[in-house]
């Protein structure tokens, strides 16, 4: 599942991301990527926040999955990147478990990089919330549970997505195993981890003019939900 993206320049001069079919457009993208965990292959995922016009305060905003792909190597999830990078015309910033325990599967990721010598500048890994702690499970699906509450709905699936599937799998009993058993929820959780705890979404700079920026706190706790419009939570 995917959908066609390109980078334009809203009136203020800021870029942005349009969505033509779908009629929308993103101010940023976060990709989460999973390594393989044999039998299961990787998984990648790109989260967009959606540019949303004449919010009134403490709206909840709207993160969108705009991409997904399962691949089976390090050299597929690559490619993959390689692919996103050329259709989207944008860097997409790519958020995964890089602690040292990992160090075989980022070699692979950097060799890879080298079997496509017509893409001189490589594809940047970034330290994902909460990777270095060896996460359970439970900490992605919390905050990915925030996210999809129906009284706000802030993330939302495209439709053909597997995500959903995957997610509604999951069992309270595997809370405790650790994320990286289970790559779609993980890869999808690296991404919403920084798109709503690291780096909350505060649409600053992207409004049109005559409207009001949202009022949102930098962190949450994870255990009372995201900061913007308690309302719209029971």
Do not use: H
């Given at each position: 599942m995917e959908i066609k993206i390109k980078p334009i320049f809203n009136i203020r001069q800021e870029l942005i991301y349009e969505d033509e079919a779908n009629q929308r457009h993103y101010r940023r993208l976060i990709g989460g990527?999973?390594?393989?965990?044999?039998?299961?292959?990787?998984?990648?995922?790109?989260?967009?926040?959606?540019v949303v016009t004449g919010l009134i305060p403490d709206t909840p905003p709207r993160l969108w999955v705009v991409a997904e792909r399962e691949a089976t190597s390090a050299k597929d999830m690559y490619r993959y990147c390689l692919e996103l990078r050329y259709s989207w015309k944008t860097e997409i910033k790519w958020?995964?478990?890089?602690?040292?325990?990992?160090?075989?599967?980022?070699?692979?990721?950097?060799?890879?990089?080298?079997?496509?010598?017509?893409?001189?500048?490589?594809?940047?890994?970034h330290a994902a919330l909460y990777s270095d702690t060896s996460p359970t499970l439970g900490t992605y699906s919390q905050i990915i549970a925030d996210l999809i509450r129906p009284e706000c709905k802030i993330l939302r699936f495209l439709e053909?997505?597997?995500?959903?599937?995957?997610?509604?799998?999951?069992?309270?009993?595997?809370s405790e195993r650790r994320a990286a058993d289970f790559p779609p929820v993980?890869?999808?959780?690296?991404?919403a981890a920084e798109m709503a705890v690291r780096q909350p979404p505060s649409q600053i700079g992207i409004f049109w003019p005559g409207t009001k920026k949202p009022n949102v706190k930098k962190d949450w706790d994870l255990y009372q939900g995201p900061p913007w419009g308690k309302r719209w939570r029971k």
């Open positions: 990527l999973a390594w393989p965990a044999l039998p299961k292959p990787g998984f990648l995922v790109v989260l967009a926040e959606e958020l995964t478990d890089v602690s040292p325990g990992r160090k075989p599967e980022k070699d692979a990721f950097r060799n890879a990089g080298r079997e496509f010598p017509q893409a001189p500048n490589p594809i940047s890994l053909g997505s597997s995500l959903q599937g995957y997610l509604l799998a999951c069992t309270p009993e595997e993980a890869a999808l959780g690296y991404a």
